[in-house]
T-cell receptor, first 112, second 113 residues
Framework: DAGVTQSPTHLIKTRGQQVTLRCSPK?????VSWYQQALGQGPQFIFQ???????QRGNFPDRFSGHQFPNYSSELNVNALLLGDSALYLC???????????FGSGTRLTVV | GENVEQHPSTLSVQEGDSAVIKCTYS??????FPWYKQELGKRPQLIID?????GEKKDQRIAVTLNKTAKHFSLHITETQPEDSAVYFC????????????FGGGTRVLVKP
């Protein structure tokens, strides 16, 4: 049973560039949430997608956007990258009405 | 919004001793409290969770207690082993089913053999 898969695993970008991160949820899950985890800190909620719509959003600027596809996979896009966007980006999937999350291994983004 | 504080930030224990991590939350609407273990370079993994209609839950060497009145919950690990060394995160959510989690800042646990 495939868990949550994220790609790429590591990424280095330059300030001002744009990046797209991808997530495939665990089989049977229909909801995808994205978190940013800065070094030494707890994950911070970015947003959540269900039925191809953004359902909830955390305290992140509009530079962070997302998408969910009909097969439940999701993308996280970040525009105009800042040095402070360097972090581990975690995707978590869940089943609407179910319990808990399954996290992916994350994408380590470094902005230079 | 919800705010979760976690203490201590680091915890060093001797193998076989117990470890306790405490969290407080601010939103009385929160009713789901999971704990995650994150080993270096790996994904957070759910180790135990509790709902607000339950005061305590155990799973082998791990237990979680919840005090709704005081808005705090704790993780207890007994008979610690070196493989328990990791960063532990508490979290709170106003809804168990796929709603957003607010995480604490994490506790780095080191179990010394």
């Amino acid at each position: 049973d495939a868990g949550v898969t994220q790609s790429p695993t590591h990424l280095i970008k330059t300030r001002g560039q744009q990046v797209t991160l991808r997530c495939s949820p665990k089989s049977g899950h229909d909801t995808v949430s994205w978190y940013q985890q800065a070094l030494g800190q707890g994950p911070q909620f970015i947003f959540q997608y269900y039925e191809e719509e953004e359902r909830q959003r955390g305290n992140f600027p509009d530079r962070f956007s997302g998408h969910q596809f009909p097969n439940y996979s999701s993308e996280l896009n970040v525009n105009a990258l800042l040095l402070g966007d360097s972090a581990l980006y975690l995707c978590a999937s869940s089943l609407a009405g179910g319990l808990g999350y399954t996290f992916g291994s994350g994408t380590r983004l470094t902005v230079v | 919004g919800e705010n979760v504080e976690q203490h201590p930030s680091t915890l060093s224990v001797q193998e076989g001793d117990s470890a306790v991590i405490k969290c407080t939350y601010s939103d009385s609407a929160s009713n789901y409290f999971p704990w995650y273990k994150q080993e270096l370079g790996k994904r957070p993994q759910l180790i135990i969770d509790i709902r607000s209609n339950v005061g305590e839950k155990k799973d082998q060497r791990i237990a979680v207690t919840l005090n709704k009145t005081a808005k705090h919950f704790s993780l207890h690990i007994t008979e610690t082993q070196p493989e328990d060394s990791a960063v532990y995160f508490c979290a709170a959510s106003p809804k168990a089913a796929g709603n957003k989690l607010t995480f604490g800042g994490g506790t780095r646990v080191l179990v010394k053999p």
